[in-house]
């Protein structure tokens, strides 16, 4: 989740008036937010990735205002239109469709304001552009380039220019391979014929989006008049992207102008601020939330989270919804800003009326009863994870690699594969605890995987157990009594007969197998049992023979 | 008034008291020792309670306690060095200073230490360069000067008592207390017993010793011979060897807590599985495709098998238009063009979010249902995350359920588990009202994150045919646990020390 550093003075700054600190740190995580930390100037607060209006410290502060009734209700934002164009290149239409321009006059970038607004875009990236695959966003000093402007698909070798924070007029292509910023985002351009470019009436260049700004439009402290670009490949990201930045811009005292798209099909205005409209019903957010409303309460809960509103009947309330919100996509969204409106805090907790008869699953009636019984012939039980690897799977266990569930991009060489035994796990328990005192005795309870094609998910979950013991003189009959008495007191007699299985001395290991009574819910339970070989003793580096049982239950 | 304390005595006690009567009213312990079968720890212990009730007397003396080095032991087998020396001049008579070592096997430094005794004992003396038996030295070849007598004495006894000694002991005594590391001199107490008067009149009356048994057996019960043995008492405070009960997990344990409150409430259990379609993982969660979590890095994405079956057509359909446009479900939707093949992707299950979606495809409200699973997070493995852990969900459909239902069910099951609750504003892509639940935690004044909630979304609920609201609520249940077991390391849950498993109680507070 994004997380956002602010001073408390600038907060103060643009409510207009100071607040006590613990009054803030109470009422920032009431408009949805986990503060990380708040010592000496600063705060850090953590937003949710569905609200990146609250990237920047003007967005917390609108809601903030709200909430502290300094200003309540839609906030309302002048745009006056420019006259200034941009054309979009129609080959741009299988590279990067789509771009929004908005010009913010009388921006102040002095003192810590420039390192503000780089977070924020950079903030956006991840947050609206999905590292700029979605979205990219480019800000520019206005006053050093000449409209109109043209995004278009330029040819790699042809174009060159001046990217930022270098000094050097470099091809388009020499940029994706030599600039730092060129090499991380090559992967969302290199496979195209023609880049993206976003140049002035001079052909200078303003931006290789989502790549580089160019080095001449670049910012400064003394910066007055801006540029924002905002390019990608949905259209509906692009606007709200531009809508966040220049609600944002405002709310700090810019002047927002908007720029005309001129698409080889259509022509639009952007920014375009006008609110969302969406109803609620009064009825609605009474029976969801649990509280009694009139359509005035509704308007006044939704004027402290900055939503407008227009009464239009008894039930029907009208939210006006401002153009940077993106998280608004259903009733049940502004029926939660009722909520928050009126303050989760607030809400008394109710138990529900319904009544139901609760069961325990199968599954795990089975565990316990297993664990009772474990635990009764005094084995302590352990948990281990389910993805583990090969080496400690197949080839400690002396066995061969078999068809399994295999992770696509393992985090590390230990994680690789899923479980399909449990063994392995309790010869590593063994080894993590070889100095000390045995006897040690030990199971586990859980599911492994297999492969299963007549499943739904390809995929089966088995229960298993296993269990293994150590001390100097563990022997056949003492696992085999064990496995006995784990049958008997199942309501099972077992069957056994003589089992090559790798992983166990040879001459002493046994399948066992569940007789079948006649009753159709009898429990189905197969495995093996034995003294385990000195070869996987030692994999494990043990000194002490160990003696083991694992079965499944079909 | 006597009886009564004859008949509070212990059988070590009375044994004391007939030794003494003995050995004539007055012994040290380890005389007590040598003639009753009590060892010298009884005999002190029954000693100081018999002093305490005023039958006897307890006298301690410090004493001096000599006994050999290992060079005094060396010395006291094979002669002093000087006398080694005698016995080589016994013969010879004169032997030049330089040849004694080659003469008696002496190393020169044992040689040089050994002409000083020679002449301080007056046995030889030096004349031009050679070594000279005198008339004392002839003498003293057939007799033994007073430090070899005690040589002697201490090879054969290993130590003495240093108390009273003879005037030739304690001459032998400062003799070898001037030679380096020849004794070891050792400070120990010494024990007095002594019966008193009152003691005596015990015995008057006369003390019964019945026959002692260390261990009751079967035989003894079979004849009946018990009857007549005294059993003897044991040190209840020494040591013994440690039980190792067998013992469920204590992650396991707080699994089972968790499960109890939820069957407690009236909640049904059900299970999903390990591996699941991105389909039911995400998509009919109403997570974008392109959303981070969803992301390689976020999520285990599975090679074998890398694509899944997905449920009906029909479901899928109408999942693919909620994200597309919202459908029927009155959203917007997410406005991207939704991609099937996406969808069948396997991962595996990130939440146990999955099993709720999959329960309400399959049953109708009113319920109220549960599960406990395993979730995986593409993590690396540090003291603070595992790739693997578990979940509990819980889910409440009916019609009538509201936000301040869940509210009440969390603030409720919290409770259950010990702990304050309250509640902010959060997100989640498939509910709304989402919020995140945080306890305080006493002991450090501070509020952690455990837990979060909301009302499953239409988005959610229309395309699975639901048409009540849901509420939902999950949490990790490893945080909770480390919580009450107090460790700081997740690991400890997975990679568990024996030791403290074994040592852990199981009821904790």
Known sequence: MPVIT???EDLYKLLGIQIPQEELIKLL???GSDIDDYDGDEIKVEFFPNRPDYLSVEGVARTLKGFLNIEKGLPEYEVEESNISVEVDSELKDIRPFIALG???NVNLSGNKLKQVMEFQEDLHWVMGRDRKKVAIGIHNLDVIKPPFFYKAADPDGDSFIALETDEEMSLREIIHKHPKGKKYAHLIDKFDKYPLITDSNREVLSMPPIINGELTKLTEETKNVLVDVTGNDEKAVNNTLNIIMTSFAEAGGKLKSLKVIYSNRETQKPDLMPKIKEVSVKNAEKLIGIDLTPFDIANYLANVRIGTQIQTEDIVQAIIPAYRVDILHEVDVIENIAVGYCFNKLEPELPQISTIASENKSEILDNILREIMVGMGFLETMSLMLTNEKQHYDNMKLEEDERVIVAQPISVDRTMLRKNLLQGLMEFFEDNKHEELPQKIFEVGDVVFLDDSCETCTRDVKKIAGAVTHSSASFTEIKSIVDALFINLGLKMELEPLNHPSFIKGRCAR????????????????????VNPGVITRFHLEYPVIAFEVQFN | MLQNIIDELTLYEKMVLKALESLGYESSPEMIVKTQRIDIKAVMSAAGSLASKGLIEVKKDVDEVISLSDTGKEYAEEGLPERRILMSLKDKEVIPMNDLDTETGLVPSEVKVAIGWLLKKKWAVIDKG????????KKAVSTEHSDELLLDKLLEANKLLLFKPSKLILEGFNLLKK????????????YNLKMTEKGKQLLEIGIKIKDEATQLTHEQLKTGSWRDLEYRSYDINAEHPETFPG??????????????????MGFTESRGSILESAFWNFDCLFQPQDHAAREMQDTFYIGEPEYVNLPDKELVEKVAEAHETGGYTGSEGWGYSWDVEVAKRSVLRTHTTCVSARFLAEHKPPLKMFSVGRVFRRETVTYKHLPEFHQVEGIVAAEDITFRNLLGILKEFYHKLGFEVRFRPAYFPYTYL??????????????IELGGAGMFRPEVLDPLGVETPVAAFGLGIERLAMLRLDIKDIRMLYKSDIGWLRHLPVKLD
């Open chain 1, 6 to 8: 602010f001073e408390y």
């Open chain 1, 29 to 31: 995580p009431m408009i």
């Open chain 1, 103 to 105: 010009i913010i006059e």
């Open chain 1, 512 to 531: 066992v197998k569940s007789i079948n009574n006649k009753k159709s819910d009898d429990l189905i339970v197969e495995g093996y049992f034995g003294e």
């Open chain 2, 130 to 137: 050679n070594v000279k038996i005198t008339e004392e030295g």
């Open chain 2, 179 to 190: 030679r380096k590391g020849l004794i070891d001199i050792k400070k120990e107490s010494k």
């Open chain 2, 247 to 264: 013992k469920i997990h204590p992650l396991q344990r707080t699994i089972e807590d968790i499960r109890q409150i939820f069957i407690k």
């Open chain 2, 434 to 447: 989402s919020l995140e639940c945080e306890i305080y935690l006493p002991e450090k004044e501070t509020w």
